[in-house]
Antibody, heavy 124, light 111 residues
Framework: QVQLQQSGPGLVKPSQTLSLTCAIS??????????WNWIRQSPSRGLEWLGR?????????DYAVFVKSRTTINPDTSKNQFSLQLNSVIPEDTAVYYC??????????????WGQGTMVTVSS | QSALTQPASVSGSPGQSITISCTGT?????????VSWYQQHPGKAPKLMIY???NRPSGVSNRFSGSKSGNTASLTISGLQAEDEADYYC???????????FGGGTKLTVL
């Protein structure tokens, strides 16, 4: 079955870059019927979709406008994974970060497979 | 404040049915049939229970059903079981950024 395995640091200093990776097994980051998303969850802001990358004859990215200027989501086809980079982090970026798949089989932007979550704290 | 409005909590006894509402606008819930529902147990990732308003992914119990009327979507759980106690979140595609918005979550307590 499809699984997503997240990795990355749990503590990031303010103004630095948050970097997380999501390794895919059982599917392909280059699949033409899936998209690969990052979502975060905090008590104060709830669930927030950050963005996604997907392949439809070429690579596309969509980002939430509130993080677009600070965010990059990249696929890595050689390792079958994708990553999140969030620059210039502030304490309000503290959250549990999830990677998630949305598949054409379950409708657009319905997240059927999730990573285990990574608690990221922004603090000096 | 979340884009979609859900009640903070609902409760029911085993065997009963409960319904959780999710209210948005014509730019999200009311405008598209792309409403999803997620179940989240403490310390776990959300689990997709309903997509495209009323469709169940493979493996999800038919005790879970979804519907929509106007700008409000609903999740109904019938035959409540202790294992259904969790937080439930709705989401919807939206015509503006971000592409998807979530509700604030509803805590279901099985009495």
């Amino acid at each position: 079955q499809v699984q997503l395995q997240q990795s990355g640091p749990g503590l990031v200093k303010p103004s630095q870059t948050l970097s997380l990776t999501c390794a895919i097994s059982g599917d392909s980051v280059s699949s033409s019927s899936a998209a690969w998303n990052w979502i975060r969850q905090s008590p104060s802001r709830g669930l927030e979709w950050l963005g996604r990358t997907y392949y439809r004859s070429k690579w596309y990215n969509d980002y939430a406008v509130f993080v677009k200027s600070r965010t990059t989501i990249n696929p890595d086809t050689s390792k079958n994974q994708f990553s999140l980079q969030l620059n210039s982090v502030i304490p309000e970026d503290t959250a549990v970060y999830y990677c998630a798949r949305d598949s054409l089989l379950t409708g657009d932007l319905a997240f059927d497979i999730w990573g285990q979550g990574t608690m990221v704290t922004v603090s000096s | 404040q979340s884009a979609l409005t859900q009640p903070a909590s609902v409760s029911g006894s085993p065997g009963q049915s409960i319904t959780i509402s999710c209210t948005g606008t014509s730019s999200d819930v009311g405008g598209y049939n792309y409403v999803s529902w997620y179940q989240q147990h403490p310390g776990k990732a959300p689990k997709l229970m309903i997509y495209d308003v009323s469709n169940r992914p493979s493996g999800v119990s038919n005790r879970f059903s979804g519907s929509k009327s106007g700008n409000t979507a609903s999740l109904t759980i019938s035959g409540l079981q202790a294992e259904d106690e969790a937080d439930y979140y709705c989401s919807s595609y939206t015509s503006s950024s971000p592409l998807v918005v979530f509700g604030g979550g509803t805590k279901l307590t099985v009495l």
